[in-house]
Nanobody, 123 residues
Framework: QLQASGGGSVQAGGSLRLSCAPS????????VGWYRQAPGKDREEVSC????????FYGNSLKGRFTIGRGDARNIVYLQMNSLKPEDTAVYHC??????????????????WGLGTQVTVSS
């Protein structure tokens, strides 16, 4: 339902650009965002963008290295990740919600999410 792509293996300091393509049934939401899950660690919210006004949210310490935005194609949301660190290694999932505040302020889960894409950063 939500296809994430663009993951891979890079060295520390490198960059990756992830893309999220919600389907017709999952795309009609007020927000599209990313979270990540690393083995043995808690789920971490990464970023979210409002499809209504374009406002953005970022997890702690990620703003400045990560940028979320809308792609040229309808419903495509990307996550540009620069200056990657080994601690960024995780499976990155994209999801949709009614609003970014539901996830970032109320700590709710996304209404829909996909299998994710693996990001591995080596030192």
């Amino acid at each position: 339902q939500l296809q994430a792509s663009g993951g891979g293996s890079v060295q520390a300091g490198g960059s990756l650009r992830l893309s999220c393509a919600p389907s017709e049934s999952t795309g009609n939401r007020g927000a599209v965002g990313w979270y990540r899950q690393a083995p043995g660690k808690d789920r971490e919210e990464v970023s979210c963008i409002s499809t209504n006004d374009g406002s953005t949210f970022y997890g702690n310490s990620l703003k400045g290295r990560f940028t979320i935005g809308r792609g040229d194609a309808r419903n495509i949301v990307y996550l540009q990740m620069n200056s990657l660190k080994p601690e960024d290694t995780a499976v990155y999932h994209c999801g949709t919600a009614q609003a970014c505040t539901h996830v970032f302020s109320w700590h709710q889960q996304y209404d829909y999410w996909g299998l994710g894409t693996q990001v591995t950063v080596s030192s």
